[in-house]
């Protein structure tokens, strides 16, 4: 008896470590080839390619419609009908791929105008955000049924064939065209992976249309896309800006930077993995002294790390681009602390989804975008790249504070310890300060780093009992 209960949960923990490393495989594989390409690409072509991926996250929300949220009630809610679900939902996602596509090719010059992107790159967008939707639609259905190995097998082969096939394309096409080779690497492994997944779920199920179907799929998915659509717009809209007000060099610069940030964005999903279900276990308990006293040790862990990055960020930027990329150094570190507070975000959006009050997460999202496409389009103009930087900055902080204030309305009281989240809070941007007062003195900044390294082995190693039963647990 007792092996079945613990079975559910044994494939719950094998899957959370296997989609951990998924996205581990795929973002680090990412971050450690950024030295080849940005030593192949000039900061103009890596500007075009990052400005195409910023547009492919916006039109993968569109293309896929949001599907994806839905495969979890539909599992519910059509028993023992999932597969046929998925095989007609898919369908829906081919047909509005098709239809975009056409309207790609039939507004093509007055798109290419205004996205700076030639006919055959919007064709290729079009269809980088078909791969992109097709390939989450699936995973959310995996994940349903702990299918962690063979989301391991798509995440390692699409994270390998795009590194290996944009090489080659950039070796083979002319100088200049090395944005199109990184393009051309990235889109023909999602369509391979696309297709594999279409005759895996058409086989399963023979696709149809079915209104029953789509009518149930959009009625949940559609009001989540103005919030996947605002996310995106809070993180990648700056690049467009930045490159259809000042051109691709300028964009490929901040770009650059912000790949510091994929460190800090792949530490804080793993934490989560583990603090959020602690979090909603000890929650329901109604256990808030266990949860306000470990919660202090969970900021401080990743404010931590913030501050180690913080302190030698410029040199990364250094060992990681070519010497054209340095002048990247100036934004890195207001990107660094913007990640610090999309970080610091979850903690009060734990609550809102312990409490099914998603729409205020949304709302607080539509405003956090609103609000940086708006001061981009003040400041870019007048201060460059670098104000872009700025204003996210400005944007996740008060993005952290709005749910913080949400959080409290909901709950009737603070969850977690305020003085102690404003006092790191207020640490944090202190070393920013320090690192952007020291930008350019690197000895001062290597001591510092020193200083603060020491004191977290000394503070790791005299909490080592407690972070090892916690790592037991999980």
């Not at 696709?207 to 809070?234: D, E, F, N, R, T």
Request: proline share 3%; aromatic share 14%; charged share 10%.
């Amino acid at each position: 008896m007792s092996d079945s209960k613990n079975k559910p949960k044994s494939s719950a923990a094998m899957a959370g470590i296997g989609y951990t490393i998924g996205n581990l495989l795929v973002k680090g594989l990412a971050f450690l080839t950024i030295p080849i390409f940005s030593r192949l690409m000039s900061t103009a072509d890596y500007g075009i390619y990052n400005t195409f991926m910023a547009y492919s996250s916006i039109l993968t929300i569109i293309v896929g419609l949001a599907l994806h949220s839905s495969v979890k009630n539909a599992k519910y809610d059509f028993k023992g009908r999932l597969a046929e679900y998925s095989s007609s939902v898919v369908l829906l996602i081919i047909f509005n791929a098709v239809l975009l596509l056409a309207l790609a090719i039939c507004f093509s010059s007055w798109l290419s105008e205004w996205t700076g992107l030639n006919a055959l790159i919007l064709a290729l967008l079009v269809a980088e955000s078909f791969g992109n939707a097709i390939l989450t639609f699936y995973n959310s259905k995996l994940a349903l049924d702990y299918v962690y190995k063979e989301y391991l097998c798509l995440a390692g082969f699409h994270a390998v064939a795009s590194v290996v096939l944009s090489l080659i394309f950039i070796w083979l096409l002319p100088d200049g065209k090395a944005y199109a080779g990184r393009i051309f690497g990235a889109v023909i492994p999602l369509l391979l992976i696309s297709a594999y997944i279409m005759i895996r779920l058409f086989r399963s199920a023979r696709p149809k249309v079915s209104p029953l179907y789509w009518k149930y799929g959009c009625k949940i998915s559609l009001p989540l896309i103005p919030h996947g659509l605002s996310q995106i717009a809070l993180s990648q809209f700056d690049r467009i800006m930045i490159n259809n007000t000042l051109g691709p060099s300028d964009a490929g610069l901040y770009s650059f930077a912000y790949n510091i940030g994929i460190i800090l964005q792949v530490i804080s999903s793993s934490l989560d993995s583990v603090w959020t279900p602690w979090f909603f276990e000890q929650y329901s308990r109604g256990d808030l002294e266990k949860i306000r006293k470990t919660s202090a040790g969970y900021v401080l862990i990743f404010a931590s790390i913030t501050v180690l990055v913080l302190l030698v960020s410029p040199e990364m930027i250094m060992i990681l681009g070519s010497r054209e990329y340095w002048p990247s150094r100036e934004v890195v570190v207001p990107i660094v602390l913007s990640m610090f507070f999309a970080f610091m975000y979850t903690l009060p959006s734990i609550v809102e989804y312990f409490y099914k009050r998603t729409q205020l997460i949304s709302l607080g999202t539509v405003c956090a975008a609103v609000l940086n496409i708006i001061l981009n389009f003040i400041f870019i103009p007048m201060y460059g790249y670098t104000a872009a930087a700025y204003t996210t900055l400005v944007c996740y902080l008060l993005y952290f504070i709005f749910h913080i204030l949400i959080a409290r309305k909901i709950a009737g009281y603070h969850v977690y310890n305020i003085r102690m989240l404003a006092g790191v809070c207020a640490a944090v941007c202190m070393f920013g300060a320090f690192a952007l007062i020291f930008l350019d003195n690197m000895i001062v900044r290597l001591v510092m780093f020193a200083v603060v390294f020491a004191a977290v082995c000394i503070v790791l190693y005299r909490n080592r009992r407690a972070i090892l039963e916690l790592i037991r647990k999980k």
